[in-house]
């Protein structure tokens, strides 16, 4: 905590530095963008993006992982469900955010179900390839040994398959979230009336680089909250019965 509190502080002193030589309309010091933050606050523009914005995230987030984890698994439980899906997952995996989302909104309308849908559809493949490995990994011996004891199927999978796929899931959380909060933004810049992406855009159209920044920095704070609050405690946790390698 105290080595990411420094270099935020550093990168901090560089802006000031960096934001006294520079003309303040192309970068703004840390207090004006400060100020910025305190209007948009004051008229509550900010907090109301945001709130449309993260409920976007959760959305195709949740969608995203429960389709993803799901396919993923069956994928490495099962070689047939790997054959067919394969080449499409490859397709997603290598086909430009953008074009999804310009397709959704083409075949679907610019509404949101095409926004939330073209970002969970950009998140699926992650979740798809991690937890497929996961699959595959998993210890034959213990399904052996749940034979054995005639465990029932949720109880092998709630005390067999979901530990060991637990790790592999938090990846996929970690990597998809980073991934979902860019989208989104993206998204909102294209074709909704609303969000941060939306507020970041008509900055841009006005110039506005205090502005830009009063929307944009706020949105980086709290992804960095929910990953030192949230992803990563929960990926340690799933991940403390692994042997943690020698530090030197």
């Known amino acids: 905590m105290a080595a990411r509190l420094g270099s935020l502080l550093a990168l901090l002193v560089a802006w000031q530095i960096a934001a006294h030589f520079a003309n303040p309309r192309l970068l703004p010091s840390p207090l004006a963008v400060l100020d910025a933050i305190r209007v948009q606050v004051g008229s509550g523009a900010l907090l109301a993006a945001l709130a449309v914005t993260i409920a976007r995230v959760v959305a195709a987030f949740v969608l995203a992982m429960a389709v993803g984890s799901a396919l993923g698994y ?15 997952v490859v397709v997603l995996l290598n086909l430009p955010a953008l074009v999804i989302i310009v397709l959704a909104y083409i075949w679907i309308g610019l509404n949101e179900v095409a926004a939330i849908g073209a970002v969970a559809l950009n998140k699926l493949p992650n979740a798809v390839v991690t937890l497929r490995e996961g699959a595959r990994t998993l210890d034959v011996g213990l399904d052996e040994m749940a034979a054995v004891f005639g465990f029932s199927k949720w109880k092998r999978f709630r005390h067999v398959i979901l530990p060991q796929l637990a790790p592999f899931f938090a990846a996929a959380t970690r990597s998809g979230l980073s991934l979902v909060w860019k989208i989104v933004l993206v998204v909102e810049l294209l074709g909704r009336p609303n969000g941060v992406g939306f507020e970041i855009g008509s900055a841009f159209q006005l110039f506005d680089v205090a502005t830009l920044l009063a929307y944009a920095l706020p949105f980086t704070a709290l992804m960095l909250i929910v990953e ?5 405690p929960f990926e340690r946790h799933v991940s403390r019965w692994r042997p943690r390698p020698a530090r030197a």
Do not use: E
């Not at 069956?74 to 499409?88: I, K, V």
């Open 74 to 88: 069956a994928m490495g439980r099962r070689a047939w469900l790997d054959q067919w899906f394969d080449a499409p």
């Open 228 to 232: 030192s609050t949230l992803v990563q």
